[in-house]
């Protein structure tokens, strides 16, 4: 006879201010992840745009907003642009290995490294080794973190310049955070080379997406999401495939640089993701 499966108890934050949308107020709904099943919750609650942060699963529940919209690539579908053809070619001799869920200082040092520069003062700013550690390490479902190296001379694996802690799902691999040397400037669109090898590894193992956590429309930092394509976005009737002509409308209104990939892959508030100091209370 089978154990009856328990459904998850569902909890709401307090009102905070909104990291994306000035004058906006963000509230999120979440649960925990534990017990025998809990890598097929995830599974079923990442399809109806949760993610995951250690062994909490969480999506925005805000009163008066839904500018939070959950997406994901189409890895088999996908059409790299010229710009991330660039990226490909440049990029293409790092060497990349699939390790465990097992922080490291190497890791830790780099992941400094890219907050001291592109997110000074930002909800991790404040994460020490240790909650670095717990970030990695405290999963309930199949996590690994994939390590991005230069070749030394002899063609073994050299430095780390990009790191991504990675979910894999039933139905692909859902990007939780990204980082990378931003003093690689020899490696233009590093970053976004983290997502794109992501989108090819997925198409590869014939898994069907790459999530990418949330797109906030009318938040200028997470435009780069609609760069991939196809692109699908989750809605009250469900996934749809974002059409040609509105993905081209969203691209055409980017007017800044291109925002390295790794920026939006999810971690501190980028994706409403709790910060190293935020911890769910669970009653």
């Known amino acids: 006879m089978t154990a009856p499966v328990r459904f998850p108890r ?3 934050t307090a009102p905070a201010p909104c990291p994306y949308l000035p004058g906006k107020t963000e509230r999120k ?3 925990e992840l534990k017990g025998p ?3 097929q919750l995830n599974d079923a609650l990442s399809r109806i745009g949760f993610r995951r942060s250690q062994t909490v699963a969480y999506r925005p529940s805000c009163v008066d907003c839904r500018a939070c919209i959950s ?8 059409k790299p642009s010229s710009s991330q053809r660039k990226s490909l070619r440049r990029n293409d001799d790092l060497i990349v290995t699939e390790c465990r869920a097992w922080a490291t200082t190497e890791q830790y040092e780099l992941l400094q490294k890219y907050l001291a520069s592109r997110h000074p003062g930002g909800g991790m700013a404040a994460m020490d080794e240790v909650d670095y550690a717990d970030m990695v390490e405290h999963t309930a479902v199949s996590s690994f973190v994939i390590e991005y190296r230069e070749p030394t001379v002899d063609g073994s694996p050299g430095r780390l310049v990009a790191a991504c802690l990675t979910d894999r799902q039933a139905d692909g691999l859902s990007m939780i955070y990204s980082f990378y040397d931003p003093d690689c400037s020899d490696r233009a669109g590093l970053g976004n080379y983290v997502i794109l090898d992501h989108i090819r590894r997925t198409a590869e193992a014939g898994l069907p997406y790459v999530y990418l956590g949330y797109w906030v429309d009318g938040s200028q930092r997470m435009q780069y ?3 991939y394509r196809p692109l699908e976005k989750l809605g ?3 996934w749809s495939r974002m059409s040609e002509d509105e993905q081209a409308s969203h691209i055409a209104a980017v007017t800044a640089p291109e925002t390295e990939a790794a ?3 999810e971690g501190g508030t980028k994706d409403g993701m709790p910060g190293a100091q935020e911890r769910y209370k669970l009653a």
């Open 10 to 12: 569902f909890f709401v």
């Open 29 to 31: 709904v979440f649960t």
């Open 37 to 39: 099943h809990a890598e």
């Open 71 to 78: 997406v994901r690539v189409v890895a088999e579908e996908f």
């Open 225 to 227: 999401k609609v760069r």
């Open 236 to 238: 009250p009737e469900g």
């Open 263 to 265: 920026e939006a892959v």
